[in-house]
């Protein structure tokens, strides 16, 4: 499948990626976050873009071609390090890191939400909500060995969800074949802000390549 490269790094190069890119993309992360909140004066806007630029272009010297896509062992641990929710490398990302109840298919992420993602004043632009429970909907999906590309999301927006420290929650209500039935909601400081239901259906390259493993009941974990 286009985007998954089995690469079967050593884990101390992997520590060592990890050690690197990490910090980078939260310096990129806070650029950002400062860019949206700076009222320093015109010509030190004009200073620093300049800086940006020449910054831009030293990192484009080498580069992939195309998207990070999924990187992984040949145990199945995936990388989705370009990932938008979950990302490592993505400074578009919160991120999210998913904490997982064993193989039960339920899932749980505390994050924050700064100034780069406001929709309505003081709060959570809707879609962002929809791009992070997906994420950890189809995770749910996938941490209870049932994973799945989305098939539908269907979300209830109860009340606004406030900029700042946020919890979200996800759980595998059902499976039937190829497919999962995964229910969740982010939670604010005062309850449920918004819920959501989806359904994630296992897409036909991956079928294939679990019956070759013959084992069905073990999805690659890079698939999560």
Same mark, same amino acid.
């Given at each position: 499948?286009?985007g998954?490269?089995q %690469?079967?790094i ?7 990626q990890?050690?690197?890119?990490g910090p980078f993309t ?5 650029? #950002?976050?400062?860019g949206i909140r !700076?009222e320093? %004066? %015109?010509d ?6 300049a ?5 831009t272009?030293?990192?484009?010297r080498?580069q992939?071609?195309?998207a990070?896509g #999924?990187?992984?062992?040949e145990?199945g ?8 929710v979950v990302?490592?490398r993505?400074? #578009?990302a919160?991120?999210l890191v998913?904490?997982?109840e064993?193989d ?5 992420? %505390?994050f924050?939400l700064?100034a ?12 962002v909500?929809a791009?992070?429970l997906?994420?950890?909907l189809?995770?749910?999906a ?5 994973p799945?590309?989305t098939?539908?999301l269907t979300?209830?927006?109860r009340?606004?969800?406030p900029?700042?420290p946020l919890r979200a ?5 059902r499976?039937?074949?190829?497919k ?5 909601h982010i939670l604010?400081?005062?309850?449920v !802000?918004?819920?959501a239901?989806?359904?994630f259906?296992?897409?036909r390259w991956?079928?294939?390549?679990l ?6 009941d073990?999805?690659p974990r890079f698939?999560?």
């Open positions: 499948m286009a998954y490269v %690469d079967d050593p884990a101390d190069e992997l520590d060592r990890r050690a690197l890119y939260d310096a990129l992360r806070a650029l #950002v976050d400062a !700076t320093v %004066d %015109d030190e806007v004009r200073a620093v873009q800086e940006v630029e020449a910054l272009e030293r990192l484009r080498r992939l071609e195309g990070y #999924v990187r992984f062992s145990d641990q995936g990388r989705a390090w370009g990932n938008a990302g490592l993505n400074a #578009v919160p991120p998913v904490e997982q064993d039960s298919g339920r899932v749980w992420a %505390d924050h700064g780069a993602y406001e929709g309505p004043p003081t709060l959570v632009h809707g879609g909500s791009l992070i997906d994420q950890v189809g995770q749910a996938g941490a209870g060995k049932r799945g590309m098939g539908t979300l209830v927006y009340q606004g969800t900029l700042g929650e996800a759980w595998i209500e499976t039937e074949g190829i999962t039935w995964a229910r969740g604010g400081p005062d309850g !802000t918004v819920e239901e989806g359904v259906i296992l897409p991956a079928r294939k390549a019956a070759e493993r013959d084992s069905a073990r999805a698939f999560e």
